[in-house]
């Protein structure tokens, strides 16, 4: 039985150093570019720290995304900074960056946003 609830908790263990980690806060910013698909992304509270990701400020709607999602997303940040709302922004903490054209791993690339 010690060995079952010792291999439970090495299995419980190593799947908690990998996720999604929210971010809550109101948004503060949001920067579209004319030339660009990905949408930049700035809230109230910075955030987890991902060590792979150089910007500490910005978060990023993918550019890899569907039109659809990136859509969806930017909507609700649009609706959650017009009422001042806070939003829930999950990123993945091991990296999954955004590039910004030739320069790669800038941003923290958004996986969920409630």
């Given at each position: 039985?010690?060995?079952?609830?010792?291999?439970l908790?090495?299995l419980?263990?190593?799947?908690?150093?990998a996720?999604?980690?929210?971010?809550?806060?109101k948004?503060e910013d949001?920067?579209t570019?004319?030339?660009?698909?990905?949408?930049?992304?700035?809230?109230?509270?910075?955030?987890?720290n991902?060590?792979?990701c150089?910007?500490?400020d910005?978060?990023a709607?993918?550019?890899?995304?569907?039109?659809?999602?990136?859509a969806?997303?930017?909507?609700m940040l649009l609706?959650a900074?017009?009422?001042?709302?806070?939003?829930?922004v999950a990123v993945?903490?091991?990296?999954?960056?955004?590039?910004?054209f030739?320069?790669?791993?800038?941003?923290?690339?958004?996986?969920?946003?409630q």
């Open positions: 039985m010690k060995f079952i609830l010792f291999i908790g090495l419980l263990s190593y799947s908690a150093h996720g999604w980690v929210d971010s809550i806060g948004v949001i920067v570019y004319a030339h660009a698909e990905t949408i930049l992304v700035k809230l109230s509270i910075p955030g987890i991902v060590p792979k150089s910007d500490k910005y978060f709607i993918s550019s890899g995304m569907s039109p659809e999602g990136r969806r997303m930017y909507s609706s900074q017009a009422t001042g709302r806070e939003v829930a993945l903490d091991t990296g999954d960056c955004e590039s910004w030739s320069a790669q791993d800038i941003y923290r690339r958004i996986a969920r946003i």
